[in-house]
């Protein structure tokens, strides 16, 4: 027995592709557990949906399905059907182009220190523990449990492409067996690379390094090709999504594609030339056969490779531990040395302490919030760098163009769009990590404001550094007037406050578990992306309406302070009331009853 609570081998198993289809009769515990809690979630969603206190959930849940079922069979059935060739393309080749940046985002991630890449839940352990349950199975049984949000992601993808289809079902069917191979191929590629050495990694991202920039490189040339100079920067951002598209269907990615052809040519309702011969419904379903089958040996390639990379991280480990039992047996001083030097006093500890003594002593408690999360961002530092550097790259390559006024205008709508978009799931650093220690966090003498004040500081910060610094950038290159750079200075960081305030906010009232998946995990992320269009779309309108009342009712004199005034005055209110929001909902939070479980 394992110390994750299942055996690594059946007494009797063929580690055949046929092994998982039909498990033996030792895993009742396993389907008793998984009846239990697909009855546990449908009786659930259904109590959320009438229970007062889900009431604003089950409503932009409700309106968010009834807008863009609405939107999907209004607007969207104008527009012209994109030719079927296109669609395959664009389903097989985009997927490649996310495996390859889930292959570079986990490479620069920091590696695990858990020796096991599956995910145990404490009902798992209770009653999966104790019995004769394979890693083959559990390992499969982790990765169908993404077959619900596929689904969710079908239907809502169905909405968008039903124009291009030529046959519905057809279309349905190809993109679910592409959404499914692909999460079996994202999962391949994390055991492979979890299995990597630290030489080996850093190869990794070495060559992650060079091939992404040789593809960036590319794809900026042939951008700057295909534009006409002197263009607008939109002409570009078009022009960019047209050269991605190319790109994702060109020789050497669709070569990369091979495991999502079937279920994209099913899509497509193209079959491959070798069926040409056969009639078109014949064709088409030995091609759903065929997406099957990919899906089976990718299941199967999952299975080997996931124990290849089990037997290869604990084989590094026993390394590991050998080396240090030399270094003690040798009288060495390194492996002292290192636990010295763990237990030495850092700058984060440092700053903490001066912050403590800085601090009021009822809000003194902040100080160890913030230690924390200072050093969460010392140890994912990488990934940090990373996850702003390309945004704020992407945000000044406006001033590249020959339109002084307009580029200046994108910079800013890129750092909006970064700040709202990009910076919370590149720091998830505060509540919606914690959900599993909420009652330790609950338990720390600090106010309701004090503890939302300390949880959202750190990520707070650094975006407003990623936002001055790329401001700065692009008002040296640009130079806008000098009032209208200082406003953006002293009002950007409150759309930061708001971004992670709301995020924070609509966690704390629908509480989720980090790794969650299913529908409502699809409606909750397509809600989150709603709001924040509405809100890049009405505060703008807002703020240029206020500017020209000033400009009607009051004298030219007052224009420009009141207007510089009052849009600071009421950016910032709206920072207060999504920072009155969060403390409400903090308060209103108990962990014993808005804990979902796993």
């Known amino acids: 027995m394992s110390a994750s609570g299942y055996t690594s081998e059946r007494v009797v198993q063929t580690n055949g592709l046929g092994d ?4 033996d009769h030792s895993l009742d515990g396993l389907r008793y557990l998984s009846r239990a809690q697909i009855r546990f979630r449908v009786k659930r969603f259904w109590k959320r949906m009438f229970s007062p206190r889900q009431a604003i ?32 393309l664009w389903l097989s080749g985009g997927m ?27 009902a798992d352990r209770l009653w999966l523990g104790g019995g004769p349950v394979s890693r083959r199975t559990m390992v499969l049984r982790e990765a169908m449990s993404a077959i619900p949000s596929a689904l969710a992601k079908t239907a809502l993808l169905g909405v968008v492409l039903w124009r291009d289809a030529e046959f519905l079902p057809l279309l349905l069917a190809g993109v679910c067996l592409a959404l499914i191979a692909l999460e079996l191929i994202r999962r391949v590629i994390t055991h492979g690379i979890d299995a990597l050495r630290p030489s080996e990694r850093r190869l990794g991202c070495t060559i992650s390094v060079v091939v992404g920039l040789a593809m960036v490189f590319q794809l900026g040339v042939q951008i700057w090709q295909s534009t006409p100079p002197g263009s607008d920067p939109v002409i570009y951002v078009l022009s960019a999504m047209s050269e991605v598209g190319n790109y994702a269907g060109s020789t050497w ?32 379903a030995l091609m759903t056969m065929l997406a099957v089958a990919v899906i089976l040996v990718l299941a199967e390639t999952l299975v080997r490779v996931d124990a290849w990379s089990t037997d290869r991280r604990i ?109 919370p799931p ?33 990520p707070v910060a650094i975006t407003v550094l990623f936002q001055w610094i790329t401001l700065a950038l692009g008002a040296w290159i640009a130079a806008p007037p000098k009032w209208q750079t200082i406003w953006l200075f002293m009002a950007l960081p409150s759309l930061a406050v708001v971004t992670f305030a709301v995020e924070n906010a609509l966690f704390l009232a629908f509480p ?48 420009g302070p009141a207007a510089f005034a009052g849009t600071l ?30």
């Open 315 to 423: 084989e590094t480990e026993r390394q590991r531990l050998r080396w240090l039992e030399s270094n003690v047996i040798q009288g060495r001083s390194a492996a002292l040395d290192d636990l010295s030097r763990s237990l030495q006093v850092t700058w984060i500890q440092r700053f903490g302490d001066a912050l403590a003594r800085w601090l009021p002593e009822r809000a003194g408690g902040m100080s160890g919030l913030v230690v924390r999360q200072l050093q969460c961002v010392r140890r994912y530092l990488p990934n940090v760098i990373v996850s702003f550097a390309i945004p704020m790259a992407l945000s000044l390559s406006p001033l590249l163009t020959d339109q002084t006024t307009k580029q200046w205008v994108f910079v800013i709508g890129g750092i909006a769009l970064s700040s709202l978009l990009l910076a």
């Open 426 to 458: 590149a720091l998830q650093i505060d509540f919606r990590r914690d959900l599993k220690r909420m009652f330790l966090v609950r338990s720390l003498p600090l106010g309701n404001v004090a503890m939302c004040v300390g949880m959202l500081s750190v």
């Open 512 to 559: 989720h578990h980090v790794h969650a998946q299913g529908i409502a995990m699809v409606i909750r992320a397509k809600i989150t992306f709603l709001w924040k269009g509405v809100m890049l779309a009405i505060a703008p309108i807002g703020l240029i309406s206020y500017v020209m009342m000033c400009e009607r009712l009051l004298p030219s004199f007052w224009v």
């Open 57 to 88: 959930a089950s409503f932009l849940s409700i309106a968010f399905m009834s807008l863009y079922l609405l939107a999907g069979l209004t607007l969207l059935s104008r527009r012209e059907a994109n030719d079927p060739e296109q669609l395959r």
């Open 96 to 122: 490649v182009l996310y495996a390859m940046y889930h292959t570079v985002k986990h490479l620069w991630a920091k590696p695990s220190l858990e020796p096991d890449a599956e995910t145990w839940t404490d």
């Open 253 to 284: 990615i669709q070569i990369m594609a091979f495991a999502l052809l079937p279920a994209a040519s099913v899509a497509s309702a193209e079959p491959w030339l070798l069926f040409g011969s056969l009639a078109p419904p014949i064709s088409l």
């Open 20 to 23: 998982w289809l039909f498990p």
């Open 569 to 598: 005055f009421a950016v910032w209110s709206v920072a207060a009331l999504a920072g009155w929001v969060l403390v409400r909902c903090w308060n209103r939070f108990d962990p014993l009853i808005d804990t979902p479980p796993e």
